[in-house]
Structures are given as structure tokens and as C-alpha cells.
């Protein structure tokens, strides 16, 4: 390697024919893109606004008298003992779930989640009728102790849920 | 005998002192950069990574000799569980999950620490001293928070275990904690060169070089755990879905995203040394999300379906987040001026900028599925009032998202660098356009009329066109990479003379990360197919009494009537029932329900699915009336589903030819390990991943899969025809659940 | 079986302690090791490294171009650059032990080492068996490299007095006489003879 050709292996020459220099100040892109990214939040925001369910504690629900008629709640409790009613073999069961002494009754025509038993926390997600009955759509049972502690998602994540992952 | 409960403390204390001393040999290492810190910098890394190791081996070595005086063995072991989930205990609670999190990180700190012992001079001091650190605050939660060699403090000391929940006790959920925390944990090596880059003002692609084989380990890691998180709830649930958005899954969902992101960022700063700012970004995003993500689900903070026990642990994973953010981002302010990238970009027409708009889709993606997971207790620090977004708001977001990176994968894959030129344009996307326009309306067509039609679904318009859109673009996608790689083996056919073949294999060897890349593109476009089948899904909870049948789809299904079958350990009923098509019987199907002994209030479901690339037939026993023989069961029809599993497959196997290592980085081995024993390595690795496929099918296929098993063979003969209750009979009765489940462990 | 591991784990804790400790606690030759010896080794190793990724490159982009990803333009840009980055990486590797009497320099250093140590003829007999060993390993690290180890051997074998430079019959490329291949086509030019000897010669007659 001729030392004349050393000038020529300098990187910093190579800078200049391949590289510009950035501008000083924003570039417009980023304003537009800033922009794009507000106005996406903003919509998010608003579209969360819409779809969000109100979520109580029993006795809050319960608290909250005949204005929670016809609204679309998510209600946690714990279900009473001896208030499941249904019979074997058939879908469909009525149970009363309860928080701090005051209980709503719920009632689920689908398939109950195999951890559901009498005493347990759920999370019942669903209509208020007229009757006062939460007829849910969607039952979670929350896990039992012997879950409790351990590792992330080793829970089971029992749910009539919505299972659909990304497309519908 | 050497008590467990000291030594394992001792090591836990040992690890701690160690690691904080290492990390400040490392730090005057870095400044200094004598040889003899630097030396002692990698060997403190060895010796704290050595006592975390002591700490754990003493932990299995408790649980496998059921010493219950320590209380988390007690709490999630006893005597009964055989050896494959006393080892999944390891991991089941919270502290020793914690400590196999510390573990990985340490061994992945000693293998990274090895590997570039020599090179890198510049940077190893500073990448063991952020490991170093992050094991230190690591070490402090185990020691202070949750040490998992607590004995009772109370004398109560108990002379069995409370075991594992059965439902717990499956392969499945055995493998699905440990890839998820390993994936969490290893995301610290690549976090630790980028901070090394940040602290040395070494802003040349270096960092990105060297950590890139290391972005994928957390990836892999990331894939494989929320996969079998997914076909656990599938298949052992009764949940009929495999993701759920709920919060606990989005916290490993986000660094999975960011880690994705950031794979294909680094490929543009390596070649044309833009995007330096937004690759470091990343990169602290990825690791600051993975302890946001256990720190709200370790806290209780948000409400989910996993609960996990409330302790203070919470507020120590806030104060390790709150550490890494602050000290991340003061340098990364710091260093944000010699972080100018190197060029610009050229053209909006180019690959960079493909991959810069993928970049962005992910991020947003990302941001959405925060924003989802966090709006609730936003809410409610704001008015007061708690709030539950469901799937359904991010499905909307969400879709159209993820349609729009199919559609900018295909175009990545072939769109040139720079800049496209009209010519350039033509060579390159004129075949796969009208590829995609001949065999879209063919593809459709042909399932729609063979199949689809048949299932008698109509799906909404919005969902309708969402799938069709879906579809034309994974045709899109898959045509771009075939063209992509015949061009590729042409120019090798032409310029070596090679046959096709040759040529082929050549390109997955000579260029595995570009390839391997299109390998995993494969898989996530399967998955794609799968999630476009779910227009057409059918979804129902019935009741039947003997003798009913029920049409779903074009299934029409007989319910036969009830069996129970006692084994040691539990009680089995399990519902007979068959499925017919078009008149002809297609299907024996055994829901069952086992109610073991120990836990008689928790019965847990023996689902039957029948899995075929077109559908899956799926139906769980809900429960019954034993007089009447009545019972209720839950059925789906869901197409494609069996493709989620093929691409999370290919997905992995792809993410390995990407990091199988070249001959080069085999040499710093030293001494390396020859072609046999690479070979017989991979092929290891090879057939773990397609395991989970594979079992998911062939239980589908023979009695493996569902409650027909445990059937006993009095009573059989009136059912006729079908292999699956001759396969029953040849199992001896009385067969427990145990061995099906150690033998299932043997597979997987 | 986990007793076993735990022990393992143990004795493997209790050795990198030690090791972690040695540099500090040794005699000032250990620390010299440390220094000395080490250093240029992994200097070695770690030009070696990053050459290597910037060849990886280099066949990337000729990909790129035969897939038409990349214009002719770009392509010829990039390589050049990237050529330039390998050579300089190449030079900086010549520098730590190309042919410069490096292996001289290392056995100086081990003489110096010996005479000091003349007295301890245990710690002296460990270093010799060391440091051969060392000096072996390196000669193999640079053969890694093929370019590399061809100029080092072109420097050996070339006697000192040969200088000028020769031109490539392929491409015209100048370069120093005892090149063997051509740095920019690649072309064997063993066999040219350089042209000043030449010169030298005629002017002589």
C-alpha cells in the first residue's frame, strides 16, 4: 500500500461525498409528524372514552341505585354461597355476587369458567336490567389463592371473553 | 448436612456483595481501562453470576428433596408431583421466580462477558458493570423484598407441601413462565451495549454490532413464552381464544413489539448509520418496558384475570424502574448530540424508509396497547372512577396496525435502498403485483366456495373485508420473498454454476440473518392467515340431553351420553359424542371433565380438539346433570387456527437460522465445538420448537388430545368404525393421569 | 445430583473469587502479565472482529446489487468505503504484530522478564512455559485472516533491501513490491517484479 493513496483512505473524506449534514432547527417532517402523533392521540383518547365500561365494586354498584338501570357495567364481587342457582347439565346460572354486605344479582346464559365456585371473586361484565338483575355477557373468575403469587401469566386466564386476537 | 435455608441466604448475600463490588471494579475499569481491572471486572461478573447460580442449584436441590422447613417449597411443592413439575415449581411463586429472572440474567451476562473476552475492548467494562448493576438491584429484591429461602417464622413446620394447582400441571404452563421471564431477563445484555455505547461516547455502529445477536435472544425468548401462553389457554382452558389483551399478557406483549422494532431499526443504522437516536431509544424503551411490565403486574396495579400476591415487591420494581429511567435517559440527553445520524434520507421511496414507517407501526402498536392497558388506572387517578377497556377497542385499533405492517413487510422485502427509480421499480414489484392479483381471487374463491361457504357464517362487512384485505396481503408478502429469493438464487445459479438447490441452500448458509429473516416473516404471515380465519368463527354454549344433536357449521353433532371413569388421583366424566359431515362421521369427540381428589371444587377441563390446517372442531364439557345425563357443552368451528401455531413455528425456527453462529463467531469459543456437535445442537433446538406443533396434532388425531384416554373399554362396542376407541383399549385401565402427563412432559 | 451441582457451583464461585482477586494480589510480574501480554492479544482479536463484520458487509451489499436493491452508484460508494474502513482496520493489525518485529519485541519482553526474574527460577520456569504459548496462539489468531497473514508473510519473506513499488498487469493498481496479490482485483502478482530494482539496474549498465 503506496503511501500516496493513504490521503485517499482517510474516512473523514468519505463523509462528505456520502453524508449531509442535518439541518439546524426542526425539520418539517418532524412538526408533521408531531402532529400526526397529537391528533392520533387524541383520537385514541376519544375513542377510549366511548368504549370503556364503567367498572364497580359490588356494594359501589349497588350504591349507585336505579341510575345503573339499562347501563353496561363491569361489577366485582364475590359470589355468596348458596346463591348459585341452575340446573346440571343446562347453561345458564343465577348467583349474587357481593362486596362489604351489599350483593347484586347476576345472571350468565353461557358457559361458566371451570375455576368458578361459590365464594370466589368474579368479575361480571354486562346489562342491568329492569329487574335489577345484571344480565352479564362475559363472566372472569378471578384466581383463587392458590394462584396467588406466582409467576407472571402462569395464572390462567379464565374468561368467557372476547378470545379473538387481532383480526375479527 | 449443610442447612439450605442458611447457604442459600448466604449465596443470595454473597451475590449481592459481590455484584456491587464488581460493578465498581467494573466502572474504573471503563474509566481507567487497566488490564487489571478489567480482568478482575470479568472475573467478579464470573464469580457473582457463580453465587447466583449456588443460590439457585440450592433451591432445586431443596425442592427436590421436599425440604419443607423453607416455606416457598412447602408452598408450591409436595410430595406427590413428579420430578418435571417439582423443577416447573422452581419458577412457580413469586420469589423463585425472581431468582431464576436473576439467574438468566447472570448466566447471559457470563456467556456475553466469555464470548467477547477479548474484543471490545472498550465496551465489556461497561457492559459487565450494567449487568453488574441491574443484578445488585435485582439481588436487593430477593434479598430484602422476597427471599425465597425464608423458613417459618412460626413452628408450624408442615410435613408436606401444598402442591401446584392442577390446573397448572400441564407441559405447557411448566415451560410458559420460564421462556417469559427468560426473555425479560435477557433483554439486559443488549440494553447493557447500548448504555456502554452511551458512557463511552463510542456512537459508531460498534454497540449495534455487537449487540445484535443479543436483541434476538430476548425476541426468541419473547415468541416462544407468550406462544405457549396462548396454546396453553387454548387448549387446557376452555377459553377458546389464545390472547385476551388483558394486562398481564400486553406486559410481555410490549417489549416483544419494541424488540421487534428495534431488529429492524439496527439493520439501517449498520448500513447506512441513520436512525443512532431512535435505535438507543429503543432500545432503553425495551428494557425500561419489561420492568414497567413486571412491575404492574407484580403490584396489583392493574386489574387482571392473574393475580399475583400483593406485596411490597411492587414498590421495589418501581424503585429499580425509576433508577434505570432516570440514569438512561441523563446519558442518552447527554450523548444526544454525538448521536447525529451519519446520513439522511434520501428518498420516502426506499427501503429505509420502509423499514423507518415499519419502525413507526410498531411503536404505535406498542403505544396503543400501553395507552389500552393503562387508560383504567389513568381513569382513575383522574376522576376517581375505575374503567375496563375490552378487547374489542383493541381489536380496532389493532388490525388495521397490524394490516398495514403485512403490507409494508412485502413491500420491505424488495424495495431497493436510496432510492426507487420507475425502472427499478418495474424489475422489482411487476411479477409480485400481478402474482398477488392473479392468485388472490383464486385463493379466496377456492376456500370460499370448498369451504367457507359451507360453514354458513356471515361475517359483517367490516370484518369481511378486514379478512379478505388480510389475505391479499400475506399473498402479497409471500410472493415478494419468493421473488425476492428466486432473483437471489438466480444471480448465484448464474454467477457459480450451481444447480437450484445448491443455490438455495448456499443463501440460508452464506446469508442466514437476511434469510432467516424472511424465514420468520413466513411465520408471522401464517399467523396472519389464522387471524384473518376468525371472520368465520362459530361460537356456541349449548345443552344437550342424550340422544340430541346440534348443527354447527356443516358439523352435525350426536351427544351419546355420559361415562365416568375413576382413576387414583380423580374422578373423570366424560361426554360422548360424534360429528358427522355431509351425512358421513368425520369425528369421535371425548370432552371430559376431571375432578381430582385434592381439589374436588376445581374441576378442570379435558377439551377435545380436532385440528386440521382448515379448522379446528373444538368442544369442552361444561358440566352435567349425572341423573339425567344432561349436560352443557361449549363448541367452536374455527378456521386457520392451526396456521397461529404453524407461523409461531416457523417464526422460531427462522429467529434460529438468524442466530445460529457463523464460523468467525464460533472461533472466540475456543475450543470450538465441531460439526457434530453444532449439528446435533441445532437439530435439538430444531425439534423443540416444532414439538408443540406437532403434539397439538397428533393429540388432536388419537385419544391422546382428550378425555378418551382414560375411557375404559366396557360399554365401547356399539361405537363403531375409527381408530381412536381401538387405541383407547389397547391402554391398560387405570392408566393415571400421572404417566399421561410425564409422557407428554417427555415430549415437550 | 443437585448436590453435585451445588458443589460444582460452589468450587466455580470460590475460583473466579480468586481470580478476581489475583491481579491485585500477585507479584508485579503477574501484573505485568496483565499488562503486557494480554493487551496485544486482544487488540489483535478485536480488529479482527470488526474487519470481519465490515467483509460480512461487503458481501452483503454485492448481494443487494445482483438483487438490484442497491443502484451501481451506491454500490461502488459503499464498497469503497467499506474497503477502506477493512484496510484500515488491516494496517492497524499490521501495526500490532505485522511483520514489525513483533515477535522480536515479545521476546525482548520475555528476556527482560527472565533476567529480572533470574533469581525465582520457579516463577521463571512457569513464564517460559507460558509465554511460547502465548506467541504461538497469536501467530495462529492472525492466519485468521487470510489478507492479513499473507502481508505479514510477504514482509518476512520479502528481503528489507526490495522497495518501489509495482503495478498490477490486471487493473494498474500501484503497490508495495512484495504484495503478493493485487489489493484491488485480487489478481496473483507474485510473480511481477517490481519496477525500480529494474530501474536501478539499467541505470547501472
Same mark, same amino acid.
Given at each position: 500500500?503506496?503511501?500516496?493513496?493513504?490521503?485517499?483512505?482517510?474516512?473523514?473524506?468519505?463523509?462528505?461525498?456520502?453524508?449531509?449534514?442535518?439541518?439546524?432547527?426542526?425539520?418539517?417532517?418532524?412538526?408533521?409528524?408531531?402532529?400526526?402523533?397529537?391528533?392520533?392521540?387524541?383520537?385514541?383518547?376519544?375513542?377510549?372514552?366511548?368504549?370503556?365500561?364503567?367498572?364497580?365494586?359490588?356494594?359501589?354498584?349497588?350504591?349507585?341505585?336505579?341510575?345503573?338501570?339499562?347501563?353496561?357495567?363491569?361489577?366485582?364481587?364475590?359470589?355468596?354461597?348458596?346463591?348459585?342457582?341452575?340446573?346440571?347439565?343446562?347453561?345458564?346460572?343465577?348467583?349474587?355476587?357481593?362486596?362489604?354486605?351489599?350483593?347484586?344479582?347476576?345472571?350468565?346464559?353461557?358457559?361458566?369458567?371451570?375455576?368458578?365456585?361459590?365464594?370466589?371473586?368474579?368479575?361480571?361484565?354486562?346489562?342491568?336490567?329492569?329487574?335489577?338483575?345484571?344480565?352479564?355477557?362475559?363472566?372472569?373468575?378471578?384466581?383463587?389463592?392458590?394462584?396467588?403469587?406466582?409467576?407472571?401469566?402462569?395464572?390462567?386466564?379464565?374468561?368467557?371473553?372476547?378470545?379473538?386476537?387481532?383480526?375479527? | 448436612?449443610?442447612?439450605?435455608?442458611?447457604?442459600?441466604?448466604?449465596?443470595?448475600?454473597?451475590?449481592?456483595?459481590?455484584?456491587?463490588?464488581?460493578?465498581?471494579?467494573?466502572?474504573?475499569?471503563?474509566?481507567?481501562?487497566?488490564?487489571?481491572?478489567?480482568?478482575?471486572?470479568?472475573?467478579?461478573?464470573?464469580?457473582?453470576?457463580?453465587?447466583?447460580?449456588?443460590?439457585?442449584?440450592?433451591?432445586?436441590?431443596?425442592?427436590?428433596?421436599?425440604?419443607?422447613?423453607?416455606?416457598?417449597?412447602?408452598?408450591?411443592?409436595?410430595?406427590?408431583?413428579?420430578?418435571?413439575?417439582?423443577?416447573?415449581?422452581?419458577?412457580?411463586?413469586?420469589?423463585?421466580?425472581?431468582?431464576?429472572?436473576?439467574?438468566?440474567?447472570?448466566?447471559?451476562?457470563?456467556?456475553?462477558?466469555?464470548?467477547?473476552?477479548?474484543?471490545?475492548?472498550?465496551?465489556?467494562?461497561?457492559?459487565?458493570?450494567?449487568?453488574?448493576?441491574?443484578?445488585?438491584?435485582?439481588?436487593?429484591?430477593?434479598?430484602?423484598?422476597?427471599?425465597?429461602?425464608?423458613?417459618?417464622?412460626?413452628?408450624?413446620?408442615?410435613?408436606?407441601?401444598?402442591?401446584?394447582?392442577?390446573?397448572?400441571?400441564?407441559?405447557?404452563?411448566?415451560?410458559?413462565?420460564?421462556?417469559?421471564?427468560?426473555?425479560?431477563?435477557?433483554?439486559?445484555?443488549?440494553?447493557?451495549?447500548?448504555?456502554?455505547?452511551?458512557?463511552?461516547?463510542?456512537?459508531?455502529?460498534?454497540?449495534?454490532?455487537?449487540?445484535?445477536?443479543?436483541?434476538?435472544?430476548?425476541?426468541?425468548?419473547?415468541?416462544?413464552?407468550?406462544?405457549?401462553?396462548?396454546?396453553?389457554?387454548?387448549?387446557?382452558?376452555?377459553?377458546?381464544?389464545?390472547?385476551?389483551?388483558?394486562?398481564?399478557?400486553?406486559?410481555?406483549?410490549?417489549?416483544?413489539?419494541?424488540?421487534?422494532?428495534?431488529?429492524?431499526?439496527?439493520?439501517?443504522?449498520?448500513?447506512?448509520?441513520?436512525?443512532? *437516536? =431512535?435505535?438507543?431509544? /429503543?432500545? !432503553?424503551?425495551?428494557?425500561? $418496558?419489561?420492568?414497567? @411490565? %413486571?412491575? +404492574?403486574?407484580?403490584?396489583?396495579?392493574?386489574?387482571?384475570?392473574?393475580?399475583?400476591?400483593?406485596?411490597?415487591?411492587?414498590?421495589?420494581?418501581?424503585?429499580?424502574?425509576?433508577?434505570?429511567?432516570?440514569?438512561?435517559?441523563?446519558?442518552?440527553?447527554?450523548?444526544?448530540?454525538?448521536?447525529?445520524?451519519?446520513?439522511?434520507?434520501?428518498?420516502?421511496?426506499?427501503?429505509?424508509?420502509?423499514?423507518?414507517?415499519?419502525?413507526?407501526?410498531?411503536?404505535?402498536?406498542?403505544?396503543?396497547?400501553?395507552?389500552?392497558?393503562?387508560?383504567?388506572?389513568?381513569?382513575?387517578?383522574?376522576?376517581?372512577?375505575?374503567?375496563?377497556?375490552?378487547?374489542?377497542?383493541?381489536? *380496532? =385499533?389493532?388490525?388495521? /396496525?397490524? !394490516?398495514?405492517?403485512?403490507? $409494508?413487510?412485502?413491500? @420491505? %422485502?424488495? +424495495?431497493?435502498?436510496?432510492?426507487?427509480?420507475?425502472?427499478?421499480?418495474?424489475?422489482?414489484?411487476?411479477?409480485?403485483?400481478?402474482?398477488?392479483?392473479?392468485?388472490?381471487?383464486?385463493?379466496?374463491?377456492?376456500?370460499?366456495?370448498?369451504?367457507?361457504?359451507?360453514?354458513?357464517?356471515?361475517?359483517?362487512?367490516?370484518?369481511?373485508?378486514?379478512?379478505?384485505?388480510?389475505?391479499?396481503?400475506?399473498?402479497?408478502?409471500?410472493?415478494?420473498?419468493?421473488?425476492?429469493?428466486?432473483?437471489?438464487?438466480?444471480?448465484?445459479?448464474?454467477?457459480?454454476?450451481?444447480?437450484?438447490?445448491?443455490?438455495?441452500?448456499?443463501?440460508?448458509?452464506?446469508?442466514?440473518?437476511?434469510?432467516?429473516?424472511?424465514?420468520?416473516?413466513?411465520?408471522?404471515?401464517?399467523?396472519?392467515?389464522?387471524?384473518?380465519?376468525?371472520?368465520?368463527?362459530?361460537?356456541?354454549?349449548?345443552?344437550?340431553?342424550?340422544?340430541?344433536?346440534?348443527?354447527?357449521?356443516?358439523?352435525?353433532?350426536?351427544?351419546?351420553?355420559?361415562?365416568?371413569?375413576?382413576?387414583?388421583?380423580?374422578?373423570?366424566?366424560?361426554?360422548?359424542?360424534?360429528?358427522?359431515?355431509?351425512?358421513?362421521?368425520?369425528?369421535?369427540?371425548?370432552?371430559?371433565?376431571?375432578?381430582?381428589?385434592?381439589?374436588?371444587?376445581?374441576?378442570?377441563?379435558?377439551?377435545?380438539?380436532?385440528?386440521?390446517?382448515?379448522?379446528?372442531?373444538?368442544?369442552?364439557?361444561?358440566?352435567?346433570?349425572?341423573?339425567?345425563?344432561?349436560?352443557?357443552?361449549?363448541?367452536?368451528?374455527?378456521?386457520?387456527?392451526?396456521?397461529?401455531?404453524?407461523?409461531?413455528?416457523?417464526?422460531?425456527?427462522?429467529?434460529?437460522?438468524?442466530?445460529?453462529?457463523?464460523?468467525?463467531?464460533?472461533?472466540?469459543?475456543?475450543?470450538?465445538?465441531?460439526?457434530?456437535?453444532?449439528?446435533?445442537?441445532?437439530?435439538?433446538?430444531?425439534?423443540?420448537?416444532?414439538?408443540?406443533?406437532?403434539?397439538?396434532?397428533?393429540?388432536?388425531?388419537?385419544?391422546?388430545?382428550?378425555?378418551?384416554?382414560?375411557?375404559?373399554?366396557?360399554?365401547?362396542?356399539?361405537?363403531?368404525?375409527?381408530?381412536?376407541?381401538?387405541?383407547?383399549?389397547?391402554?391398560?385401565?387405570?392408566?393415571?393421569?400421572?404417566?399421561?402427563?410425564?409422557?407428554?412432559?417427555?415430549?415437550? | 445430583?443437585?448436590?453435585?451441582?451445588?458443589?460444582?457451583?460452589?468450587?466455580?464461585?470460590?475460583?473466579?473469587?480468586?481470580?478476581?482477586?489475583?491481579?491485585?494480589?500477585?507479584?508485579?510480574?503477574?501484573?505485568?502479565?496483565?499488562?503486557?501480554?494480554?493487551?496485544?492479544?486482544?487488540?489483535?482479536?478485536?480488529?479482527?472482529?470488526?474487519?470481519?463484520?465490515?467483509?460480512?458487509?461487503?458481501?452483503?451489499?454485492?448481494?443487494?446489487?445482483?438483487?438490484?436493491?442497491?443502484?451501481?452508484?451506491?454500490?461502488?460508494?459503499?464498497?469503497?468505503?467499506?474497503?477502506?474502513?477493512?484496510?484500515?482496520?488491516?494496517?492497524?493489525?499490521?501495526?500490532?504484530?505485522?511483520?514489525?518485529?513483533?515477535?522480536?519485541?515479545?521476546?525482548?519482553?520475555?528476556?527482560?522478564?527472565?533476567?529480572?526474574?533470574?533469581?525465582?527460577?520457579?516463577?521463571?520456569?512457569?513464564?517460559?512455559?507460558?509465554?511460547?504459548?502465548?506467541?504461538?496462539?497469536?501467530?495462529?489468531?492472525?492466519?485468521?485472516?487470510?489478507?492479513?497473514?499473507?502481508?505479514?508473510?510477504?514482509?518476512?519473506?520479502?528481503?528489507?533491501?526490495?522497495?518501489?513499488?509495482?503495478?498490477?498487469?490486471?487493473?494498474?493498481?500501484?503497490?508495495?513490491?512484495?504484495?503478493?496479490?493485487?489489493?484491488?482485483?485480487?489478481?496473483?502478482?507474485?510473480?511481477?517484479?517490481?519496477?525500480?530494482?529494474?530501474?536501478?539496474?539499467?541505470?547501472?549498465?
Amino acid at each position: 500500500m503506496a503511501t500516496t493513496h493513504d490521503t485517499d483512505l482517510e474516512i473523514e473524506s468519505l463523509e462528505e461525498t456520502l453524508g449531509a449534514d442535518e439541518p439546524s432547527g426542526l425539520h418539517p417532517g418532524w412538526i408533521v409528524a408531531i402532529l400526526a402523533m397529537a391528533g392520533f392521540i387524541a383520537f385514541m383518547l376519544l375513542d377510549a372514552f366511548e368504549s370503556e365500561t364503567y367498572f364497580y365494586e359490588a356494594d359501589v354498584a349497588v350504591a349507585q341505585g336505579p341510575d345503573l338501570v339499562g347501563q353496561t357495567v363491569r361489577v366485582k364481587g364475590i359470589v355468596e354461597p348458596g346463591s348459585v342457582v341452575g340446573e346440571d347439565g343446562k347453561l345458564g346460572r343465577t348467583f349474587r355476587i357481593a362486596e362489604r354486605g351489599k350483593s347484586i344479582k347476576v345472571h350468565y346464559g353461557k358457559a361458566l369458567p371451570d375455576t368458578f365456585e361459590e365464594g370466589i371473586e368474579i368479575v361480571a361484565q354486562g346489562e342491568v336490567d329492569d329487574d335489577y338483575v345484571l344480565q352479564a355477557d362475559e363472566v372472569v373468575v378471578k384466581c383463587p389463592s392458590r394462584y396467588e403469587g406466582n409467576a407472571p401469566t402462569a395464572e390462567p386466564k379464565k374468561a368467557g371473553e372476547e378470545n379473538a386476537p387481532v383480526v375479527r | 448436612m449443610i442447612d439450605n435455608q442458611d447457604l442459600g441466604t448466604f449465596a443470595l448475600y454473597y451475590a449481592l456483595v459481590v455484584c456491587l463490588i464488581g460493578t465498581a471494579i467494573s466502572i474504573v475499569a471503563g474509566r481507567t481501562g487497566s488490564q487489571r481491572f478489567v480482568h478482575a471486572s470479568r472475573f467478579a461478573s464470573y464469580t457473582g453470576a457463580g453465587a447466583i447460580f449456588v443460590a439457585g442449584a440450592v433451591l432445586m436441590h431443596a425442592l427436590l428433596t421436599h425440604d419443607f422447613s423453607i416455606q416457598y417449597v412447602a408452598s408450591f411443592s409436595d410430595h406427590t408431583m413428579p420430578l418435571f413439575y417439582l423443577i416447573g415449581s422452581f419458577w412457580g411463586g413469586q420469589a423463585g421466580s425472581l431468582l431464576f429472572w436473576t439467574s438468566v440474567v447472570a448466566a447471559s451476562m457470563v456467556s456475553c462477558v466469555y464470548i467477547y473476552r477479548r474484543s471490545y475492548q472498550d465496551f465489556m467494562p461497561w457492559v459487565s458493570a450494567v449487568c453488574l448493576a441491574v443484578l445488585s438491584g435485582l439481588l436487593m429484591i430477593l434479598v430484602f423484598g422476597s427471599n425465597p429461602f425464608e423458613g417459618f417464622s412460626i413452628i408450624n413446620d408442615p410435613t408436606t407441601g401444598k402442591g401446584l394447582n392442577p390446573l397448572l400441571q400441564t407441559p405447557k404452563m411448566v415451560m410458559h413462565p420460564p421462556s417469559l421471564l427468560a426473555g425479560l431477563a435477557t433483554m439486559t445484555i443488549p440494553y447493557a451495549f447500548a448504555m456502554a455505547a452511551l458512557i463511552t461516547g463510542n456512537m459508531s455502529n460498534a454497540w449495534v454490532k455487537a449487540a445484535r445477536k443479543w436483541i434476538l435472544i430476548p425476541w426468541l425468548f419473547l415468541s416462544i413464552g407468550n406462544m405457549l401462553g396462548g396454546m396453553w389457554a387454548y387448549e387446557e382452558l376452555g377459553w377458546g381464544g389464545y390472547w385476551a389483551w388483558d394486562p398481564v399478557e400486553n406486559a410481555a406483549f410490549f417489549p416483544w413489539l419494541m424488540t421487534s422494532a428495534l431488529i429492524h431499526s439496527i439493520m439501517i443504522q449498520e448500513r447506512r448509520g441513520m436512525l443512532k *437516536r =431512535w435505535n438507543i431509544g /429503543l432500545m !432503553i424503551a425495551s428494557f425500561v $418496558l419489561t420492568i414497567f @411490565g %413486571t412491575y +404492574i403486574t407484580r403490584s396489583g396495579l392493574i386489574q387482571s384475570v392473574h393475580t399475583f400476591a400483593q406485596s411490597e415487591i411492587g414498590d421495589y420494581f418501581l424503585a429499580l424502574l425509576l433508577t434505570v429511567l432516570a440514569v438512561s435517559v441523563t446519558l442518552f440527553l447527554w450523548r444526544w448530540k454525538d448521536l447525529k445520524s451519519d446520513q439522511r434520507l434520501d428518498s420516502p421511496a426506499s427501503r429505509e424508509s420502509a423499514f423507518i414507517f415499519n419502525n413507526w407501526l410498531l411503536v404505535v402498536m406498542t403505544l396503543v396497547v400501553l395507552f389500552g392497558t393503562m387508560w383504567p388506572k389513568i381513569k382513575e387517578g383522574l376522576f376517581g372512577q375505575e374503567v375496563a377497556i375490552g378487547p374489542p377497542w383493541f381489536n *380496532r =385499533w389493532m388490525v388495521p /396496525l397490524g !394490516i398495514l405492517l403485512l403490507l $409494508l413487510m412485502g413491500i @420491505g %422485502t424488495i +424495495i431497493p435502498w436510496r432510492r426507487t427509480t420507475m425502472a427499478a421499480f418495474k424489475r422489482q414489484f411487476i411479477i409480485p403485483i400481478i402474482a398477488t392479483a392473479g392468485a388472490s381471487p383464486v385463493i379466496l374463491g377456492a376456500y370460499w366456495y370448498g369451504r367457507g361457504a359451507a360453514l354458513g357464517v356471515t361475517p359483517t362487512p367490516t370484518e369481511a373485508s378486514y379478512a379478505i384485505i388480510t389475505v391479499v396481503c400475506c399473498i402479497f408478502a409471500v410472493t415478494t420473498m419468493i421473488a425476492d429469493v428466486g432473483r437471489a438464487m438466480n444471480a448465484r445459479m448464474r454467477k457459480h454454476e450451481e444447480s437450484a438447490f445448491e443455490a438455495l441452500s448456499r443463501l440460508f448458509i452464506k446469508q442466514r440473518r437476511r434469510y432467516g429473516g424472511y424465514v420468520v416473516h413466513l411465520g408471522i404471515v401464517c399467523a396472519f392467515v389464522a387471524f384473518a380465519g376468525n371472520a368465520l368463527k362459530i361460537e356456541q354454549d349449548i345443552s344437550l340431553d342424550p340422544g340430541d344433536t346440534y348443527q354447527i357449521g356443516d358439523y352435525t353433532l350426536t351427544y351419546e351420553g355420559l361415562t365416568l371413569e375413576n382413576e387414583p388421583d380423580k374422578d373423570i366424566i366424560i361426554g360422548k359424542m360424534r360429528a358427522e359431515r355431509n351425512g358421513k362421521h368425520v369425528h369421535d369427540l371425548r370432552p371430559g371433565k376431571a375432578v381430582f381428589h385434592s381439589a374436588p371444587n376445581m374441576p378442570t377441563s379435558e377439551i377435545d380438539i380436532k385440528t386440521s390446517p382448515i379448522e379446528d372442531l373444538y368442544v369442552a364439557l361444561v358440566n352435567h346433570d349425572p341423573r339425567t345425563q344432561a349436560a352443557a357443552f361449549k363448541i367452536f368451528v374455527a378456521p386457520f387456527t392451526w396456521w397461529f401455531w404453524l407461523g409461531g413455528t416457523i417464526l422460531l425456527l427462522g429467529t434460529l437460522i438468524c442466530m445460529w453462529p457463523t464460523r468467525d463467531s464460533l472461533e472466540t469459543l475456543r475450543p470450538s465445538p465441531g460439526v457434530f456437535v453444532r449439528a446435533t445442537a441445532f437439530g435439538a433446538l430444531a425439534i423443540l420448537c416444532v414439538t408443540p406443533l406437532a403434539v397439538l396434532t397428533y393429540e388432536s388425531h388419537t385419544s391422546w388430545g382428550s378425555a378418551a384416554r382414560f375411557e375404559r373399554m366396557i360399554g365401547q362396542e356399539e361405537i363403531e368404525g375409527t381408530n381412536e376407541p381401538l387405541q383407547g383399549k389397547e391402554r391398560a385401565p387405570g392408566k393415571t393421569e400421572q404417566n399421561a402427563s410425564g409422557a407428554n412432559a417427555e415430549a415437550s | 445430583m443437585t448436590i453435585a451441582l451445588i458443589i460444582l457451583f460452589v468450587c466455580f464461585t470460590l475460583v473466579m473469587a480468586w481470580q478476581t482477586l489475583s491481579p491485585f494480589i500477585g507479584g508485579s510480574q503477574e501484573q505485568l502479565r496483565f499488562d503486557l501480554l494480554e493487551d496485544e492479544l486482544r487488540q489483535v482479536e478485536e480488529l479482527t472482529t470488526r474487519k470481519n463484520l465490515y467483509l460480512d458487509n461487503l458481501r452483503e451489499i454485492e448481494i443487494d446489487r445482483d438483487l438490484d436493491k442497491l443502484s451501481e452508484k451506491d454500490f461502488l460508494e459503499l464498497k469503497r468505503r467499506y474497503e477502506r474502513e477493512t484496510v484500515k482496520l488491516m494496517r492497524q493489525l499490521d501495526e500490532v504484530h505485522g511483520g514489525r518485529g513483533w515477535e522480536a519485541r515479545v521476546e525482548d519482553a520475555i528476556e527482560a522478564r527472565l533476567s529480572l526474574d533470574g533469581k525465582k527460577t520457579e516463577a521463571l520456569e512457569d513464564k517460559t512455559a507460558k509465554t511460547p504459548k502465548k506467541t504461538k496462539k497469536k501467530k495462529k489468531k492472525s492466519s485468521t485472516g487470510k489478507k492479513q497473514a499473507t502481508t505479514t508473510r510477504a514482509t518476512e519473506s520479502a528481503p528489507a533491501e526490495i522497495t518501489g513499488s509495482i503495478q498490477c498487469p490486471e487493473c494498474d493498481k500501484e503497490m508495495e513490491a512484495a504484495a503478493k496479490f493485487c489489493s484491488q482485483c485480487g489478481a496473483d502478482i507474485a510473480h511481477v517484479t517490481p519496477e525500480l530494482p529494474e530501474a536501478q539496474i539499467s541505470a547501472a549498465e
